[in-house]
């Protein structure tokens, strides 16, 4: 199927001059730069494997590498601002400068980091919090001009996995939503890009009901990145691993395609064709 056409949203973001267009869907290839990810920790925290890795995604399909150094798995290993920052030394440098026509976005809720990363040249900020782990993160977001992914989530670090009873997932998703974009303009950040959270304090049943109604998010008004690669609501009803359930993903990729999604996050980019 020709993605392409089912996503009808023009949408462009700006990084500082160079445009890019989300209306043809953009693979997104996961960077984990963390010794303690469920499913490739330790894999790729050195710059030779890390630079390995992101030649591996970019050839696969990538046309964002997302780069982590901290986990945000449940009872993952919490890292202040500076280790973060040491975890991902030159990479972003020695990314950018192997393959200059990338695009690099860095996960991130620390405005410390951000300050980092752009001074390295990422193109994006991915930040799992909507602002809500570091008062000055928003601020920093702003001062860059940098595009922004906003994301659904819980309000603190030590609450972000604590299941919510919600009476309706996407009214929820979009009242929150509405709330931050109104805050990030009011803050002179005009390139956002929304993340409903899978993983984050939903229900199973909640989360393929976002999926289900992926349309809804956002009333259709701004792009949508979906990152459910190896999420805990597809294998564990199933009683298999994380990387036992690349048939299901594949077919909930194209769900999210067919639904709108305009961004997919996944680690193994070479499973979807668009």
Not at 56 to 65: E, P, R, V
Not at 129 to 155: C, R, W
Not at 261 to 268: G, T
Request: glycine share 8%; proline share 4%.
């Amino acid at each position: 199927m020709d993605f392409s056409k089912t996503n009808s949203k023009f949408s462009l973001i700006n990084r500082n001059g160079r445009l890019i267009d989300l209306s043809k869907p953009k693979l997104m290839g996961i960077l984990n730069l963390t010794p303690d990810s469920f499913s490739d920790g330790g894999k790729f925290n050195n710059e030779r494997s890390a630079l390995q890795q992101a030649g591996k995604l970019l050839k696969n399909g990538a046309a964002i590498i997302d780069i982590g150094a901290q986990s945000t798995r449940p009872n993952a290993e919490f890292l202040e601002a500076d280790e973060e920052i040491k975890r991902i030394g030159n990479i972003i440098s020695l990314i950018k400068k192997e393959f200059p026509e990338s695009l690099i976005s860095l996960d991130t809720f620390y405005s410390d980091v951000v300050k980092f990363g752009f001074d390295e040249g990422i193109d994006i900020v991915n930040d799992i919090s909507a602002g809500q782990f570091d008062s000055e993160l928003l601020d920093t977001v702003s001062k860059t001009g940098l595009p922004y992914i906003l994301m659904h989530n819980n309000p603190t670090y030590g609450s972000m996995h604590d299941k919510i009873k919600f009476d309706d997932i996407i009214l929820s998703v979009n009242r929150f939503f509405s709330e931050k974009v109104d805050l990030l303009r009011q803050k002179g950040i005009k390139d956002i890009i929304l993340d409903p959270g899978f993983g984050f304090g939903k229900t199973i049943e909640d989360q393929y009901q976002m999926i289900d109604d992926l349309e809804y998010i956002g009333f259709g008004k701004l792009p949508i990145l979906a990152g459910i690669s190896k999420k805990s609501f597809i294998y564990k009803p199933l009683g298999k691993q994380p990387n036992e359930v690349e048939r299901e993903t594949l077919d909930l990729h194209r769900k999210l395609l067919e639904k709108g999604a305009n961004i997919i996050r996944l680690h193994n980019p070479e499973t979807l064709i668009i």
